[in-house]
């Protein structure tokens, strides 16, 4: 396919941790229409397709490539990870893995192999089964997919790579990236990939550094390509709606929010093991921790619980927060925050807490007032508000008990943890009030957004990089006032706190050879 540079200017509700999972495998304040170019699953010839490389392909990037394999213009070209083949990726469902290919293929059977299904005990209170991913898994299954749509059922033309580097300089057909690596290696890749003028995709969080939050902004702008995160919600009905209802005044100015988690649901506040164990056969392990400082390997890290470990992942606050600040950031029309505080359950040198509660304050922006967000993990929340009936669930609106309330002078909001179904409290003002115009462009869906900008539509995806770099960059604040323990002024025009220690966490040393 011919490749155009995207120009111009910029996300899922709240649902069951399952659901949730499973759809994420799937600006400046402003919104766009992104033009669906393709109508209808019939025939895409191949000039009208993106090739696409899918980097990372363990539990969560496996997900993702059956999302976009099951687009018609999206052709898989090559995938990429560091480990050749594993049996112990969590599976949300029994036989998840296998159940997907089946449902991508439209068969009953066959593709066993991918789910063993042995259990995994991820926490004390989480428990699931054992799938099989990686990139020759992830290569059978793209073949396998277009050998179904070949009369001989044979097809060969989907490469692997252990490294991504050798990807993007040999894979001479590839227009855009999906990044589904661990935290740390999203900057990495999204960077080499822009600057081969590749459209990029990148999972969540965008960044797992404040400074690579930056640079990654400025490698988007300076390039043009296509870029867009994983953040559902940015593209929903609902984040419109709030958008519409708080511009229009139905709860007054909003000083307040308060947003709360269930997570981590993988272990978190504890020390790093003595003990090194030998690397897994087929697994590249000096890659797997990229800009990372060298360590033993140990199970403890990999797959799936590295979220909770500081060199590797963001924690609960950069899994999930992820969402729903995209939808804060929007409807209350945030910049930086002025300062930053947190308190947190005993604090470990090289893990996350496993709870915590961090208060960002923002000064007013234009008709908006200053305001104070509040964000609650590991199982926290803030008072049941008095508007809520009794007989109404307090905690959250899924059996997750996340959720997010916008306090306003003259009401307030409750929603999903992201923003969905949105509803004022008590239900009688719900009742009574008059909804207003729908006067914001609706979208066509995150990853269309994006698809679209690849094949040359004039309108960036609303979660381009240069948007989400800066709300990335007001998430990892709080990671970094966890770590630091007190409260924290920032200065984002020059990304300068009021410490020491502060400043090595925005900008920590890399590895040589891992530079952006």
């Not at 000083?255 to 056969?281: A, I, T």
């Not at 604090?347 to 922006?365: G, K, L, N, Q």
């Not at 995150?446 to 800066?470: I, Q, T, Y």
Request: some cysteine; hydrophobic content about 35%.
């Amino acid at each position: 396919m011919k490749t155009h540079n995207a120009v111009g200017g910029g996300s899922v509700g709240s649902v069951s941790r399952r659901e949730f999972l499973a759809q994420s495998a799937t600006a400046a304040v402003g919104f766009s229409i992104v033009p669906r170019s393709v109508l209808g699953r019939g025939f895409v010839p191949p000039s009208d397709k993106v090739n696409i490389a899918f980097i990372g392909v363990g539990a969560q990037g496996l997900r993702v490539m059956l999302h976009f394999l099951n687009e018609p213009d999206v052709q898989g070209v090559a995938v990429c990870d560091v480990n050749k083949s594993g049996s112990d990726y969590p599976q949300w469902e029994v036989h998840e893995f296998c159940d997907s290919v089946r449902k991508l293929l439209g068969v009953s059977s066959g593709w066993d192999w991918l789910s063993p299904d042995q259990p995994i005990e991820l926490t004390h209170a989480l428990h699931v089964t054992g799938g099989v991913a990686g990139r020759e898994p992830a290569q059978k299954i793209v073949e396998g997919y277009y050998g179904s749509q070949q009369r001989s059922g044979q097809y060969k033309g989907c490469a692997a790579y252990n490294d991504f580097r050798e990807l993007l300089e040999k894979q001479k057909d590839v227009d855009a990236v999906v990044v589904c690596t661990t935290d740390n290696l999203h900057a990495a890749v999204s960077a080499a990939a822009m600057k081969k003028r590749k459209h990029v995709f990148c999972q969540k969080p965008l960044t797992h550094t404040i400074y690579e939050a930056r640079r990654i902004a400025e490698i988007a702008r300076e390039t043009g390509v296509a870029t867009q995160i994983a953040v559902g919600n940015q593209a929903s009905e609902a984040t419109r709606q709030l958008c519409e209802w708080i511009w229009a005044g139905a709860i007054g100015p909003v000083r307040e929010v308060h947003n709360w988690s269930s997570r981590p649901f993988w272990p978190q506040g504890l020390d790093r093991p003595k003990e090194s164990q030998p690397v897994p056969d087929g697994l590249d392990w000096n890659l797997w921790l990229g800009p990372a400082p060298e360590r033993p390997f140990n199970h403890v890290y990999t797959p799936f619980s590295w979220r909770g470990w500081g060199d590797f992942g963001c924690g609960a606050l950069g899994d999930m927060g992820s969402y729903s600040f995209d939808t804060i950031f929007r409807v209350l029309k945030l910049d930086a925050p002025v300062s930053v505080e947190a308190t947190s359950t005993e604090r470990f040198p090289e893990t996350y807490p496993a709870a915590s509660i961090i208060r960002y304050d923002f000064a007013a922006r234009g008709e908006m007032p200053a305001a104070k967000f509040t964000w609650y993990d590991g199982g926290l929340w803030p008072p049941r508000p008095e508007e809520l009936e009794q007989n109404r669930p307090w905690g959250g609106q899924e059996e997750d008990k996340e959720g997010l309330l916008f306090v306003g002078d003259s009401g307030k909001i409750l929603c999903g943890f992201s923003g969905s179904h949105p509803a004022l409290i008590p239900q009688s003002k719900m009742d009574a009030y008059k909804q207003p115009p729908k006067t914001l462009p609706r979208s066509p869906g995150n990853e269309r957004e994006w698809l679209d900008a690849c094949k040359g539509g004039k309108v960036k995806p609303g979660g381009n990089f240069e948007f989400e770099g800066m709300v990335t960059e007001t998430l990892l604040l709080g990671n970094v006032a966890i770590r630091t323990g007190g409260k924290m002024s920032w200065d984002r025009s020059t990304m300068k706190a009021n410490s020491d220690f502060a400043q090595n966490l925005i900008r920590p040393e890399r590895r040589t050879g891992w530079e952006l």
